[in-house]
T-cell receptor
Framework: DGGITQSPKYLFRKEGQNVTLSCEQN?????MYWYRQDPGQGLRLIYY???????QKGDIAEGYSVSREKKESFPLTVTSAQKNPTAFYLC???????????FGDGTRLSIL | QKEVEQNSGPLSVPEGAIASLNCTYS??????FFWYRQYSGKSPELIMF????GDKEDGRFTAQLNKASQYVSLLIRDSQPSDSATYLC??????????????FGKGTKLSVKP
């Protein structure tokens, strides 16, 4: 089945630690996105990528980093510089242009 | 600042009634509009999209778009308890030749009472 796979489902971060969230898609989509959702809030864009080896900052990129070495993969690293990382992280992908985005099941990140 | 406004709710309707969810947006350049449903603790799932002014129907769902008024709505006919969720409105804003993005509202929480 085609879809977007995020892992792990739950993740715990210690102080000063970087953690990486995985996102893989087999929909052959060009564009991929990372969002953060806090309780009772909408989705805020962290980073997005149109094509391999290219990505742009979204509205809240500070404390995060990404890479896009393969079309299928768009991992997100939450660095120790992100002081309030507890949130629900959602990865999405879409065809290029004016097309709907499809979401993975998300990763919940918490602080230990 | 591009903004999307939705009534946070909760919007409570009885089973079988019509639920009406509204959304206004600030960017006149928005080209298309997407409605997502998000159950508590789950990720958003696409339920409707509309590109042109007017109505678009898909089963029990109807999306209505008025670009002049910068207003988009979602009607759910014959509401069921399983429709109880948060509904997110998301206009697409083009990137001027680059990939654009969806701007998400905070969502309206719908509760359908049996």
């Amino acid at each position: 089945d085609g879809g977007i796979t995020q892992s792990p489902k739950y993740l715990f971060r210690k102080e000063g630690q970087n953690v990486t969230l995985s996102c893989e898609q087999n929909l052959n989509h060009d564009a991929m996105y990372w969002y953060r959702q806090d309780p009772g809030q909408g989705l805020r864009l962290i980073y997005y990528s149109q094509i391999v080896n290219d990505f742009q900052k979204g509205d809240i990129a500070e404390g995060y980093s990404v890479s896009r070495e393969k079309k299928e993969s768009f991992p997100l690293t939450v660095t120790s510089a992100q002081k309030n990382p507890t949130a629900f992280y959602l990865c999405a992908s879409s065809d290029w242009g004016n097309q709907p985005q499809h979401f993975g099941d998300g990763t919940r990140l918490s602080i230990l | 600042q591009k903004e999307v406004e939705q009534n946070s709710g909760p919007l409570s309707v009885p089973e079988g009634a019509i639920a009406s969810l509204n959304c206004t947006y600030s960017d006149r350049g928005s080209q298309s509009f997407f409605w997502y449903r998000q159950y508590s603790g789950k990720s958003p799932e696409l339920i409707m999209f509309i590109y042109s002014n007017g109505d678009k129907e898909d089963g029990r769902f109807t999306a209505q778009l008025n670009k002049a008024s910068q207003y988009v709505s979602l009607l759910i006919r014959d509401s069921q308890p399983s429709d109880s969720a948060t509904y997110l409105c998301a206009p697409y804003v083009g990137g001027g030749g680059s990939q654009g993005n969806l701007i998400f509202g905070k969502g309206t929480k719908l509760s359908v009472k049996p």
